[in-house]
């Protein structure tokens, strides 16, 4: 996947995981989403480094255990040439 496209993909996949969250999938809490993101980036780009994957408060920054309105996810990659990408969005719980 090219880098410019990772980082998109990435951001949008973690909404996508809040909004199907269920109890079985636990995917409100900031955790499984982290280890999701983690093993997909693992899967699709393996020679990309992760260097932050947070979920916080958006006001506070504060790390958060459970997404029960809004949350803050940033993203920071190295990639193989050594450059980094860093990213962030607002996360919905609907």
Do not use: C
Not at 29 to 36: P, R, S, Y
Not at 46 to 69: Q, Y
Request: net charge negative; charged share 20%.
């Amino acid at each position: 996947m090219p880098p410019e496209k990772l980082l998109s993909y990435l951001l949008e996949t973690a909404q996508d995981l809040l909004d199907t969250a269920t109890y079985e999938s636990q995917t409100h809490k900031a955790a499984v989403i982290v280890h999701w993101l983690a093993g997909l980036l693992e899967s699709i780009a393996p020679e990309t480094t992760p260097l932050l994957l947070a979920i916080s408060n958006p006001v506070t920054h504060e790390a958060l255990e459970e997404i029960t309105s809004e949350a803050l996810l940033e993203i920071r990659l190295r990639l193989p040439d050594g450059s980094e990408l860093f990213g962030s969005a607002l996360l919905l719980r609907r």
